[in-house]
Structure formats: structure tokens, C-alpha cells
């Protein structure tokens, strides 16, 4: 089997696939393909992935050539037609944005994987790439926050006074929001953290984050851990 990456829309600084992943597929038996810079805006050249034992080509040879295209963003619609029937498409869908994309490439007799609709069960989780994704947006979102705040996040003390800790609130308590307590505490924030479900009280606290917490929150077993829709009179107090 052939495996193409190819490259992403210009917003994208990811790829599919790094070298380091490319020497693991080609030690499995597949032949890797990669679009020439197709990981340059990840940092990783040509070169890399050829020394991983992938082989570099032009964008329609590698989609030609592949028998299974791994990309993050479903490829653009000017390739649909360059897709044959029986390929495999291994992409993040999102099936309700891309309604007009799936429809097309159905059309053209392709088998898509959708690595978002992925149960996220244990037997799964090596694939669970929304939980690997969310925690990089926690750890981001604090940087960014950092940032653009006008302030220190620590507290400092010097001859000329001292500077009180910043206060950051984060409001959900899921993968990101975790990942977003354990950053803007390593950055020497007060953090506090509200969240609908009260299990995860005990894991707010033992990142060193306060919860907070309002009555009358709407908690349903049967939604596997994932917050339901609140009350309005939840949501005014």
C-alpha cells in the first residue's frame, strides 16, 4: 500500500504525517509518499522525510500514486477529481462544516476515514486526535492570554513594591481546560474554573485551581462525561 500526505490550505501550519511517523508506516511495509513541502510550515523539510525512507513527489503524482491520502483538512475541491474509486481519504471531516465536500467525493466512489468521529473509547485511544489537539488549545490559549495581558501573570516582589498575581478564570474543566489550569499555574496565576460538572471538582483542585460552583446545574450519566444543555435559570445565575 501506498500512503500520500499532502500538503494543507495555506492556514494550516500542520501536517499529517512527521518524519518520525513516516519511518514507522515505512517500517510496517507501506511505501510513503510525500508532497514535496508539504511539512515545511511544521518544520520538517524534504530531506527529513526522505531520510525516513519516504520518497518526495509533486502534488499529482502523490495523489495519483496513493492508495490511502492522509491529511489533516479535507483536500481542497480542485483535487476531488483527481481522486480515483477505491482510494482512502484519513482526514479530520467535520462532516456538518464540509456537507457540499462529502457530498462531492462521495460521488467519486471514495472510502473516508473520519479520525474526528473516532469513538472516544479506551480501545481507541491512541486515535483520539480531539483530545491531543485540545490539549495543545489549552496549553495555547494561555500563551495567547499571556500575552495579550497587560500585566504580569506572577506575582513579583522588588525594592520598588510587589505586583499581585494575575487572576485567570477558565470556564470548562474538559481536555483544554485541564491543560489551560496546569499553564496558568506554572505561570504563577490565581486560577479559577467553572464547569457545569461537578466531577470534575477534585480534578480542578488538584492542579491547584479553585472551582466554582453555582446550584442547580443539569448533570445527565447518560452523556459519558460531556456536558448537557442548562436551564435558562442556570444560566442567569
Known amino acids: 500500500m501506498i500512503a500520500g500526505i499532502i500538503s494543507e490550505p495555506a492556514f494550516e501550519n500542520r501536517v499529517a504525517i512527521l518524519p518520525g511517523e513516516a519511518a514507522v508506516l515505512a517500517k510496517m511495509g507501506l511505501e510513503v509518499l510525500v508532497e514535496k513541502g508539504a511539512g515545511k510550515r511544521a518544520f520538517a523539510s524534504d530531506k527529513d522525510y526522505e531520510n ?17 491520502i492522509l491529511t489533516v483538512n479535507p483536500p481542497l475541491e480542485d483535487d476531488i477529481n483527481s481522486f ?8 479530520v471531516l467535520n462532516p456538518v462544516e464540509n456537507k457540499k465536500w462529502l457530498d462531492m467525493i462521495r460521488q467519486r466512489g471514495v472510502t473516508l476515514l473520519a479520525l474526528d468521529l473516532v469513538p472516544r473509547i479506551t480501545r481507541a485511544q491512541s486515535m483520539d486526535i480531539l483530545s491531543s489537539m485540545a490539549t495543545v488549545s489549552g496549553y495555547k490559549a494561555v500563551l495567547e492570554a499571556a500575552s495579550h495581558l497587560p500585566r504580569f ?3 513579583f516582589m522588588s525594592a520598588a513594591g510587589t505586583i499581585k498575581p494575575a487572576r485567570v478564570l477558565i470556564l470548562g474543566a474538559g481536555v483544554a481546560g485541564l491543560q489551560a489550569i496546569a499553564i496558568a499555574r506554572k505561570l504563577g496565576s490565581v486560577v479559577e474554573v467553572f464547569d457545569v460538572r461537578s466531577a470534575v471538582k477534585e480534578e480542578v483542585k488538584s492542579l491547584g485551581g479553585k472551582f466554582i460552583e453555582v446550584e442547580g446545574a443539569v448533570e445527565d450519566a447518560a452523556a459519558g462525561g460531556y456536558a448537557v444543555e442548562q436551564s435558562e435559570d442556570f444560566r442567569r445565575r
Do not use: W, Y
Not at 52 to 68: K, L, P, Q
Not at 84 to 91: A, V
Open 52 to 68: 525516513a525512507g519516504a520518497t518526495t513527489a509533486a502534488r499529482n503524482e502523490t495523489i495519483a500514486r496513493a492508495d490511502m
Open 84 to 91: 480515483r474509486e477505491g482510494q482512502i481519504i484519513c482526514t
Open 153 to 155: 501573570f506572577p506575582m
